[in-house]
């Protein structure tokens, strides 16, 4: 039933508790659908990666090839989530100094800075990455699979949007005149 989903579809999550095998299931499913002729994404969210355990071989932030068969082949990726927030607030602090008058700059840094330790920040930047990833991973590959963490993880990811809002509601209101 599953590869029979996954064979229909572009992108595919596979979520669940720590410890039930996700990463082993969306493993069996990406080979699965490079045998079938397609070229496949298998990205990792998961923190306590376990791509490169089970492939045998080194997967990092950057995707590598993991296997290859006649047309299909699978790619991996294990998204670094400290190189992602880092990423992530570097385009966020882009953005906000564009929008923000110069004499506020400084503080755009300071709460750039606590913001990088705050809750909601390793999601919003996961989560700005997996959009990344699925935008521009479907020009090069048939179907994206993603091994998702944990589920308190992807819960936290999922509450993600009500977090956001309250945090830029209070830089805008910094921005405000009084």
């Known amino acids: 039933m599953l590869l029979n989903l996954a064979g229909q579809r572009k992108v595919l999550f596979l979520g669940g508790k720590g410890g039930v095998g996700k990463t082993v299931t969306a493993s069996a499913v990406a080979l699965h659908q490079a045998e079938a002729g397609r070229k496949v994404l298998l990205v990792s969210t998961d ?21 290859r068969s006649g047309d299909g082949v699978v790619h991996g990726v294990e998204i670094d989530p400290q190189r992602t927030i880092d990423a992530y607030l570097a385009e966020v602090g882009v953005t906000l100094r564009d929008f923000m008058p ?11 800075k606590l913001a990088a330790q705050t809750p909601g920040t390793h999601e919003s930047a996961m989560l700005e990455r997996m959009a990344a990833t699925i935008e521009y991973g479907l ?16 819960a936290r990811l999922m509450a993600l949007p009500e977090i956001m809002t309250f945090w830029t509601e209070g830089l805008l209101n910094r921005a405000l005149p009084v």
């Open 47 to 67: 923190p306590a990666h376990n791509l490169g355990h089970l492939w045998e071989q080194s997967v990092g932030d950057d995707q590598v090839e993991l296997f």
């Open 102 to 112: 110069e004499h506020l700059h400084p503080q755009v840094d300071q709460h750039l």
């Open 139 to 154: 020009d090069e590959h048939d179907f994206l699979i993603f091994d998702t963490a944990p589920s308190g993880h992807t």
